[in-house]
């Protein structure tokens, strides 16, 4: 071991009932480094971080910190030998101020709490100055930004102490520019000797900013590699186990032809609408003057960071929310006071951004969530019929490659990729005219990604109409024919993906209007 190793991680194995999700895992992280760890759903990340920031304890193995075997017996523990973690949903008070949720990790019993800000002050702000934190200390953190919220969980590991940081998804929620700022502080830290674990998804900006990769396949480590010496394509392969197809065709804008009028159908149009929060969650997000067109054959997609509107637009092209203002028309119809029972019934798939809580019925088999759309032509006088809703549910299964023991398998027993080929199945099953996808990749790993947007891609190619709703940049520039920018309810911009660039639409997810 070399001298400027912090942890080391040797021979980490962690078995759950039936699952090996570690297998004599071994790998160290050095001072001055960033150090990625890739992997897909289920490959074990999750595990060895829990394992290292003591929230599991290992069934054998060792963890040395600094050339010193430890236990990590807590997330206290970790702290203590100078480990932090910065998790993919942060741990802050909302209507505390930056300040205080930074000193809030020392504060005293919750008998006699105290918060010390005012000795604190000083040395965070420092930590601030020193490492290009800019924080506004005194502002609540409801609000920040998310990008600023992030910043602010950065400090707080450092001003506990930590000379490892664990960053699980980091980029996740944050807008380009927030991205680029977020790495320049990640290389200012390890230049100043301290070490980054990051965990990611995305190849390309652990390409960008990371040292070395290492990456986990079913539970084992796989290969670790400097990035300099590697390539997205290779690091794809060691982590699926067979080559991944990374790029995606450009689309191209083919709603208007050369003379510039429209060749395709309409079919879904939204005219100036406006959806207000509900009376009882003034906080929750609105939709402010809305107009945007669908047409058949394109896929359109609409960025921005969540929280703007994104959840507002697909609950009421599903009828799920109400326009206080504007009309909405979906394959020739006025919807804009229909039920959800009632926009059901039009030849349009609907997948959520929740799978879990608004796209299955988990306690339900995998046979019963295939069938929900297809009720009626499988029942006789109003009962289902067995024979047949087996032979339905087992067809979508061998389409769409859905892996489970049976169809009568719970579905909360699948991956989070076969949970969404089941969605996926079911709403393309009658071949909608039209699609509302939200987040669709959110969470899978490259393979199911991959599939994901193949399917996509297909529906578009045969002619359906598609809206995209996504927070992930790469997937919007892969997918879209035009893109659309939502920042605080609004639509601020709307560019053919010829004319669209990343800094641009970075820039409008950020407020700016487009020129």
């Given amino acids: 071991?070399?001298?400027?190793?912090?942890?080391?991680?040797?021979?980490?194995?962690?078995?759950?009932?039936?699952?090996?999700?570690?297998?004599?895992?071994?790998?160290?992280?050095?001072?001055?480094?960033?150090?990625?760890?890739?992997?897909?759903?289920?490959?074990?990340?999750?595990?060895?971080?829990?394992?290292?920031?003591?929230?599991?304890?290992?069934?054998?193995?060792?963890?040395?910190?600094?050339?010193?075997?430890?236990?990590?017996?807590?997330?206290?523990?970790?702290?203590?030998?100078?480990?932090?973690?910065?998790?993919?949903?942060?741990?802050?008070?909302?209507?505390?101020?930056?300040?205080?949720?930074?000193?809030?990790?020392?504060?005293?019993?919750?008998?006699?709490?105290?918060?010390?800000?005012?000795?604190?002050?000083?040395?965070?702000?420092?930590?601030?100055?020193?490492?290009?934190?800019?924080?506004?200390?005194?502002?609540?953190?409801?609000?920040?930004?998310?990008?600023?919220?992030?910043?602010?969980?950065?400090?707080?590991?450092?001003?506990?102490?930590?000379?490892?940081?664990?960053?699980?998804?980091?980029?996740?929620?944050?807008?380009?520019?927030?991205?680029?700022?977020?790495?320049?502080?990640?290389?200012?830290?390890?230049?100043?000797?301290?070490?980054?674990?990051?965990?990611?998804?995305?190849?390309?900006?652990?390409?960008?900013?990371?040292?070395?990769?290492?990456?986990?396949?079913?539970?084992?480590?796989?290969?670790?590699?400097?990035?300099?010496?590697?390539?997205?394509?290779?690091?794809?392969?060691?982590?699926?186990?067979?080559?991944?197809?990374?790029?995606?065709?450009?689309?191209?804008?083919?709603?208007?032809?050369?003379?510039?009028?429209?060749?395709?159908?309409?079919?879904?149009?939204l005219a100036h609408v406006s959806v207000p929060p509900p009376l009882d969650q003034r906080d929750r997000e609105r939709l402010s003057d809305v107009s945007l067109m669908i047409e058949a054959g394109e896929i359109l997609g609409i960025a921005g960071v969540d929280g703007n509107g994104q959840r507002a637009l697909f609950e009421a092209l599903c009828g799920l929310r109400t326009p206080n203002a504007g009309t909405i028309r979906q394959l020739g119809s006025d919807t804009t006071h229909w039920t959800a029972r009632q926009v059901a019934a039009l030849n349009i798939g609907r997948i959520a951004d929740d799978r879990q809580t608004m796209g299955l019925l988990l306690a339900m088999p995998v046979r019963d969530n295939l069938t929900l759309r297809q009720l009626q032509p499988l029942a006789w006088h109003g009962w289902l019929r067995p024979a047949q809703s087996r032979a339905f549910a087992r067809n979508l299964m061998r389409a769409f490659t859905i892996r489970a023991a049976s169809d009568s398998t719970p579905v909360r027993a699948l991956s989070g990729g076969n949970q969404q080929k089941v969605i996926l199945a079911r709403e393309l099953a009658g071949n909608p005219a039209a699609l509302i996808v939200a987040n669709p990749t959110r969470g899978l790993d490259i393979g199911a990604t991959e599939y994901v947007h193949q399917q996509l891609r297909e529906q578009r190619d045969r002619g359906a109409a598609v809206l995209l709703i996504s927070s992930d940049l790469e997937e919007i520039f892969a997918l879209s024919d035009r893109i659309g920018v939502l920042y605080s309810g609004k639509l601020i911009g709307l560019l053919s993906a010829a004319e669209a660039d990343r800094q641009r639409i970075g820039l409008l997810m950020g407020g700016a209007r487009a020129e």
């Fill in 1 to 269: 071991m070399t001298a400027d190793v912090l942890l080391q991680l040797d021979s980490i194995t962690k078995v759950y009932p039936g699952v090996i999700a570690n297998r004599a895992i071994s790998l160290d992280v050095r001072a001055g480094e960033i150090h990625a760890l890739l992997g897909e759903n289920g490959a074990g990340k999750s595990t060895l971080m829990n394992v290292i920031y003591g929230l599991t304890q290992p069934d054998s193995g060792r963890i040395l910190w600094q050339g010193v075997p430890v236990r990590i017996s807590s997330p206290r523990d970790a702290m203590r030998l100078g480990i932090g973690m910065v998790h993919q949903h942060f741990m802050l008070v909302p209507l505390f101020t930056a300040l205080e949720n930074i000193v809030l990790q020392n504060a005293g019993s919750l008998r006699h709490p105290q918060l010390a800000t005012h000795g604190a002050r000083v040395t965070i702000q420092q930590l601030c100055d020193d490492y290009g934190l800019a924080i506004d200390l005194d502002r609540p953190v409801e609000q920040l930004s998310l990008g600023m919220q992030q910043r602010i969980e950065i400090v707080k590991a450092l001003y506990g102490g930590a000379q490892l940081l664990i960053l699980d998804e980091p980029t996740a929620v944050l807008t380009p520019p927030e991205v680029l700022s977020l790495f320049n502080i990640l290389r200012r830290l390890t230049a100043a000797g301290r070490a980054a674990l990051l965990i990611s998804h995305k190849l390309e900006e652990v390409m960008a900013i990371s040292q070395r990769v290492s990456v986990l396949r079913d539970g084992q480590r796989v290969v670790t590699v400097n990035a300099a010496d590697s390539s997205p394509a290779e690091l794809a392969q060691w982590m699926i186990g067979r080559p991944v197809s990374l790029m995606i065709d450009q689309a191209v804008d083919r709603s208007v032809d050369v003379v510039g009028k429209n060749t395709q159908p309409t079919r879904i149009e």
